[in-house]
């Protein structure tokens, strides 16, 4: 079995920071404090609750009893309204390397990101990619990625036997690399998110690429028979 561990903002797609606006406006419910997501946290990578806990930080408001989780949860109910105020979009190869995997039995795909479970619900219903992740594993508390990645390699064990050459973590930040070397994993970093691609190599990611590759030459790295060639666009790293 291979088992793909897709991280979904930056690599699946792309809100243009349509988030920010539920964000800002949960804080200001919440702390009562004016609040711009978009200049005081670079959130690449970040979990949605390590993001609650710096935002806490930054307006200077201790996030006690149950503050945090409220200003999450508010968060989550006013993504579907925010989504729409900005132009995002799936990215490139997303789609089609999506639906190719969907018919390979011996492929799963999962989210593992650092949106709650109810981000992550909003965000790929409004891009129409629900259809394509069953599960996943999520920001379910101030845990860092890696404790994400590890409960979603527990939930790929639990479907079916994966050995760690057929494990593959896409992602956009040194957060997924790191995250992906918890967990033995192989990262195929895009720099289609907060990072460029030298930032990417920089933390030695199995493969990284400008952005996802076509979906053949997708689905032959995977396999582990790559197509390097001198057309192809893609700029991988050394082997
Ligand atoms: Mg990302």
Redesign the pocket.
């Known amino acids: 079995m291979t088992v793909l561990f897709w991280?979904?903002?930056?690599?699946l797609l792309t809100t243009g920071r349509a988030g920010m606006f539920a964000w800002n406006d949960s804080v200001k419910e919440v702390t009562g404090q004016d609040f711009d997501l978009r200049t005081q946290v670079r959130i690449?990578?970040m979990t949605d609750y390590q993001i609650a806990a710096r935002t806490f930080d930054v307006v200077g408001v201790r996030p006690e009893g149950d503050l945090l989780e409220r200003m999450v949860r508010r968060y989550e109910e006013l993504l579907p309204a925010s989504l729409p105020l900005r132009v995002g979009g799936v990215l490139p190869n997303v789609r089609e390397i999506l639906e190719r995997l969907r018919s390979r039995p011996d492929v799963r795909s999962y989210l593992l990101t650092g949106n709650t479970r109810g981000g992550a619900r909003a965000k790929l219903a409004h891009y129409n990619l629900t259809e394509f992740f069953p599960d996943g594993a999520f920001a379910e508390d101030a845990g860092d990625r890696s404790s994400i990645a590890r409960r979603a390699l527990e939930l790929a064990k639990r479907a079916a036997p994966v050995a760690e050459e057929r494990l593959f973590v896409i992602?956009?930040?040194p957060h997924?690399i790191e995250c992906a070397n918890a967990i033995s994993a192989r990262t195929i970093a895009v720099a289609t998110?907060g990072y460029t691609l030298d930032e990417l190599q920089a933390h030695q990611p199995w493969r990284a690429f400008a952005e996802l590759p076509p979906v053949e030459d997708f689905v032959a790295l995977i396999d582990g028979h790559p197509r390097p060639g001198p057309g192809d666009p893609a700029h991988s790293t050394s082997a």
């Open positions: 991280d979904i903002d930056g690599t690449a990578g992602g956009d930040t997924d998110g």
